[in-house]
């Protein structure tokens, strides 16, 4: 049974940094590519990154991705947040909505002063 759950979400100021962790368990991640994903309040589900592509452009320069096969965890590195970063993230065994067929519960990260 795959199971993906995310961690490291929480209230940040503006300019501020998170790191989100997505760990899985009955699926060993270097065989699949995890992705992140966001809602915002009253926005539809978007994608953000998966290794090597963004599909958030607005993310570009601030948000990376990284693994760490040993304990397999995916992070998202967010740096520089903003307000309009505020939505709940989560990561999805998939790069795209459309590929995406193992979720994680969701965690809010809120950019606020």
């Known amino acids: 049974q795959v199971q993906l759950v995310e961690s490291g979400g929480g209230l940040v100021q503006p300019g501020g940094s998170l790191r989100l962790s997505c760990a899985a368990s009955?699926?060993?991640?270097?065989?699949?590519?995890i992705g992140w994903f966001r809602q915002a309040p009253g926005k539809a589900r978007e994608g953000v990154l998966c290794i090597g592509t963004y599909y958030a452009t607005s993310v570009k320069g601030r948000f990376t991705i990284s693994r760490d096969d040993a304990k397999n965890t995916v992070y998202l590195h967010m740096n520089n947040l903003k307000p309009e970063d505020t939505a709940v993230y989560y990561c999805a065994t998939g790069c795209t909505l459309v590929e995406a067929d193992h979720w994680g519960q969701g965690i809010q990260v809120t950019v606020s002063s």
């Open positions: 009955g699926v060993t991640l270097d065989n699949y590519r």
